[in-house]
Structures are given as C-alpha cells and as structure tokens.
C-alpha cells in the first residue's frame, strides 16, 4: 500500500536550518510530482513547495522563497525540504504529499516543526 513517512522535524530556534525528509513507498515515486504542505494551529493548510517527478521544475509559496529547498532522490524514493532562516511563522505540521491530477491523493501523517527561542 501507498506510505509517506515524514521525518527531521523538532524545536529550532529563529534564524536556524532544519531538513525534512519523505520517505515514499507503494508507487512508482518517480512518474509523480511531490509536494510539502505545512498546517499552523487555526491557520488554513498552506501549499509549501512542489517538484515535478526529474526535480528539475520547482515552485514555492512566496512566504519561503528563497529560504527553502525542495528537492527529491528517486534512486531513494525520497523527497526532501531544506529549511533555513527560519521564523516563528514557519511554526507548523509539514506534511509530504502526491500529487496526482492536480489532486494531493496520499498524504503522511506530518512532522513537527516548532520554531522558538
């Protein structure tokens, strides 16, 4: 069966990087476009990032241009987002999702990310 298990998730402090890591399993990782999405608490669920199947098309929400990186490794089934500069804003659940149709049919369950001094 389809499973993404987020990872690297944890407490920062502002101006800090962390990396988190999707690994993908139960489909053929590389025919999909994957994307990250974060939830802050009563917020609205906010389209992070997204990458075409090669990795060589990327778009970003403008509130982390140019401060986060999505990137994936099909050879390991895996897509990854790199997060520097951080701010209390970035506080959220990130989560790793499929994108299929233009849908987000498979979603992980979310890793933590708490961004405080």
Known sequence: QVQLVESGGGLVQPGGSLKLSCAVSGFTFSNYDMSWHRQA???KRELVAT???SGGITNYADSVKGRF???RDN?????YLQMNNL???DTAMYYC???YLAQYDYWGQGTQ???SS
Do not use: C, D, Y
Request: net charge positive; aromatic share 0%; hydrophobic share 30%.
């Open 41 to 43: 608490p009563g917020k």
């Open 51 to 53: 990458i075409s199947p």
């Open 69 to 71: 990186t999505i990137s």
């Open 75 to 79: 050879a390991k089934s895996s897509v």
């Open 87 to 89: 701010s209390p804003e």
């Open 97 to 99: 999702t499929r994108v």
């Open 113 to 115: 990310v708490t961004v």
